[in-house]
């Protein structure tokens, strides 16, 4: 009899002992929330940043580069009359994780289709003090089938990891090693090129920020060297849009067509005139 009681005193205590437990899990995980993104946007100028969308979001972005500044002609109006390149990108969240992409561009027809993945991600008690995400993507050049010999000749490819952390509300910085690859390019050239980008961002107020992206090339080409990107500007954001204005001396808008064939040097005064703007819808 007295092993009867035993039993049932155990099964009466256990759901306290399991709530007990459950209640200390959750406050384990209050520690552990998650910091805010260290940007506002997927784009930090011509990089993407680590922020991903949230599931079942949809991302519409439109990206213009005007034509530069101080044009060979002599009167483009800033580069506004001149040949401007157009990106119309669409992005959606398949899991808070991972988000998935597609864009169009002007230049050479480009159709990329893009992910970006979230490996680690940075926590408010920093016992994991970074983000690390993954983006890439895969383009295909739409031109004319006489500008090629092979169809795989149109495809290209662009690997990065981006390295993120938000050291305060104000003041956010990344760094991002990547690998762009053009199964087409000059004898002279690689199909490789290995490069490194750093951006920052610095909020001066709510809803404003000043935003730097510097791109340096590391792969060494015999000729048609691309020149370092390089990109200053501003972003204003709301809940839902960001719009970002800025002066750039690239204007592929896909990123590996900028890594592999930029030669404009902005420090020459060879820049641009560009802006993104991006919608997101919440389902």
């Not at 940043?49 to 599931?55: A, E, F, I, Q, R």
């Not at 990206?63 to 001149?82: C, K, P, T, V, Y």
């Not at 739409?142 to 981006?162: G, H, M, P, T």
Request: zero cysteines; proline letters at 4%; charged letters at 20%.
């Amino acid at each position: 009899m007295k092993n009867y009681i035993k039993l049932l005193f155990i099964f009466l205590i256990l759901p306290f002992i399991a709530v007990a437990q459950e209640d200390d899990s959750k406050d384990k995980k209050v520690k552990e929330k998650l910091e805010r993104d260290a940007f506002e946007s997927s784009n930090i100028i011509d990089n993407p940043s680590n922020v991903l969308l949230s599931k079942n979001a949809l991302e519409v972005q439109m990206q213009h580069r005007f034509g530069l500044i101080n044009s060979e002609s002599g009167n483009d109006l800033a580069g506004f009359w001149g040949d401007a390149n157009i990106r119309i990108g669409l992005s959606y969240g398949i899991h808070e994780r991972l988000t998935i992409g597609y864009g169009t561009t002007k230049f050479n027809r480009l159709q990329d289709f893009n992910w970006k993945v979230a490996l680690l991600r940075q926590t408010r008690s920093n016992s994991m003090p970074i983000s690390v995400s993954y983006y890439g993507n895969f383009t295909i050049d739409a031109r004319k089938k006489d500008k090629f010999s092979l169809e795989q000749d149109r495809y290209s490819y662009f690997n990065q990891l981006i390295i993120a952390k938000r050291f305060s509300p104000n003041v956010s910085f990344q760094i991002a090693p990547s690998v762009s690859h053009y199964n087409l390019v000059h004898p002279d050239m690689k199909n490789d090129l290995v490069s490194i980008a750093f951006g920052g961002r610095v909020k001066i107020s709510p809803q404003t920020s000043i935003l730097i992206d510097y791109s340096q090339p590391i792969t060494q080409f015999d000729a048609m060297q691309p020149k370092p990107l390089f990109s200053l500007g501003a972003e204003f954001a709301t809940s839902a849009h960001e719009f970002q204005i800025f002066l750039s001396n690239n204007n592929g808008i896909v990123a590996q067509k900028n890594y592999m064939y930029n030669q404009n040097d902005f420090f020459n005064g060879e820049f641009l005139i560009g802006f993104n703007i991006t919608r997101i819808y919440n389902f």
